[in-house]
């Protein structure tokens, strides 16, 4: 298949370090994942006997300069079948890259389903931090091993004839996390390294836990999703409640309402306070607006989705 496609690799459930394919991260707590895929031409070679699967993949988008063939990349993915595990096993080479590597695994383990994902690369590919001899906080390259790693599981529970829920936990760890908030201004404000600052992947250590009760009772067309988010590095947290009702047979209305808390400033309740530049010197200088968000608190919304 050729053309603009959206191929997610990986088992994690909120955090997913080997989907590799696709250039951003998708946003843990959408119940809708909207990014629109790339462009890739992917071949599909099974080997029915064995019940495995490879799949090797030209990426056609790199970067956003990627108008040549210099630029292509390529991917390769197998899965591959033994009794009730499934094993994934990925790589991906790009130009000028150190190539980046992955495994992920799922299997049910009595009455619980256990997912675990890893993915690596030989050295650091974006920049890290540290604090320099000037006391600012300062990039640098690693040359050692960088990962990213999640593991959890979940358990479904069939409490009436004819309902049930599902309870999941998840842990989320990674070589480059930050354990110190305060470099979270310089990831957002450093020109030099744009895009640096990554919501969700900023700490070290997460962990999350989340309940989904479908179609409770009478409420036939009602789902019901509770998570929580929690980073352990700085210990900051957020809490979230979905409902999803079907209204019609293509039409769903989405609500939502969230809540931060823990420790103030850390990844789940920072502000931003950039106060005004002036810029010039009179009388030709000018002013630059600065911007102020508070803390967030709470957070609710709402939405309409139809199924084309």
Not at 132 to 153: I, K
Request: charged share 20%; glycine share 10%; aromatic share 14%.
């Amino acid at each position: 298949t050729a053309g603009r496609q959206h191929v997610k690799w990986g088992t994690g459930r909120f955090w997913n370090p080997t989907d590799y394919l696709h250039p951003q991260t998708r946003d843990p707590l959408a119940v809708f994942d909207d990014r629109i895929g790339v462009n890739l031409v992917k071949f599909h070679i099974p080997w029915e006997k064995k019940g495995w699967n490879f799949y090797p993949v030209a990426l056609l988008e790199t970067n956003p300069q990627s108008d040549t063939l210099e630029e292509i990349g390529g991917a390769f993915r197998a899965e591959m079948l033994f009794g009730s595990t499934e094993v994934g096993l990925d790589a991906l080479g790009l130009r000028h890259d150190w190539g980046r590597f992955g495994a992920d695994v799922s299997l049910p383990l009595g009455p619980f389903d256990v997912h675990g994902e890893i993915g690596w690369t030989p050295a650091s590919e974006v920049p890290l931090w540290r604090v320099g001899p000037t006391g600012s906080y300062d990039p640098y390259f690693s040359q050692e091993c960088q990962y990213q790693a999640v593991g959890g599981f979940s358990w479904d529970w069939k409490y009436s004839d004819s309902d049930t829920l599902t309870l999941g936990l998840e842990a989320f760890t990674q070589s480059g996390g930050h354990e110190d908030p305060a470099y979270y201004d310089d990831l957002q404000a450093n020109l030099a390294y744009p895009n640096q600052y990554r919501p969700f992947y900023l700490g070290k250590n997460y962990i999350s836990a989340f309940l989904f009760v479908p179609n409770p009772g009478g409420w036939d067309h009602t789902n019901f999703i509770f998570s929580s988010l929690v980073n352990l590095s700085d210990e900051s947290a957020l809490s979230r409640l979905d409902i999803n009702q079907r209204v019609l047979t293509h039409l769903q209305v989405e609500m939502f309402v969230s809540g931060h808390y823990g420790t103030l400033g850390g990844e789940f309740r920072r502000g931003v306070d950039v106060p005004d530049t002036v810029l010039g010197v009179p009388p030709a200088s000018f002013t630059v607006p600065g911007l102020h968000i508070p803390v967030p608190l709470v957070e609710a919304g709402m939405a309409l989705r139809i199924n084309i």
